[in-house]
């Protein structure tokens, strides 16, 4: 540990975070914009999306879907539902992936299904499968 100029014998402390652990991922370059960043520039408004759910009106849709993961955490027990869990949600609510994509995701491809593809997240019940 280098010494400090007043006394050579002493030991300089490190401040907090002074110490790096690896690359700063802050300044790497990820090949341009995604379309999912969320920092505003000079100019650059919220969507009235956003800002109405940020002053606590929701809208139907937004609302629907947090009583949902609300009702998902209740049923199961867990206070942080995982991302597989939100997804389950998400399709059970009746959403598809029926248009390409608005955001470039470098490490999945785009998809798209039908709009009435059934959810698929839980298995098949005995019962459903006798009644089809």
Same mark, same amino acid.
């Given at each position: 540990m280098p010494s400090t100029p007043d006394n050579p014998?002493? @030991?300089?402390? &490190?401040?907090?975070g #002074? #110490? &790096? =652990?690896?690359?700063? !991922? !802050? &300044?790497?370059?990820l090949g341009g914009p995604s379309g999912l960043e969320r920092r505003r520039g000079p100019g650059r408004r919220l969507s009235d999306f956003t800002r109405a759910a940020e002053e606590g009106e929701l809208t139907q849709e937004q609302f629907m879907f947090v009583m949902a993961i609300e009702g998902f955490k209740k049923a199961n027990n867990k206070v942080y539902p995982s991302w597989t869990d939100v997804l389950e949600v998400v399709r059970l609510?009746?959403? !598809? &992936?029926?248009l390409p994509s608005s955001i470039k995701l470098r490490a999945a491809e785009d998809w798209q299904?039908?709009?009435?593809? @059934?959810?698929?997240? =839980? @298995?098949?019940?005995?019962?459903? !499968?006798?009644?089809?």
């Open positions: 014998d002493q @030991p300089k402390l &490190k401040h907090v #002074e #110490e &790096k =652990r690896g690359p700063d !991922r !802050r &300044k790497a370059d609510l009746g959403y !598809r &992936k029926t299904e039908a709009p009435d593809a @059934p959810a698929a997240v =839980r @298995p098949v019940r005995r019962e459903d !499968r006798e009644a089809a």
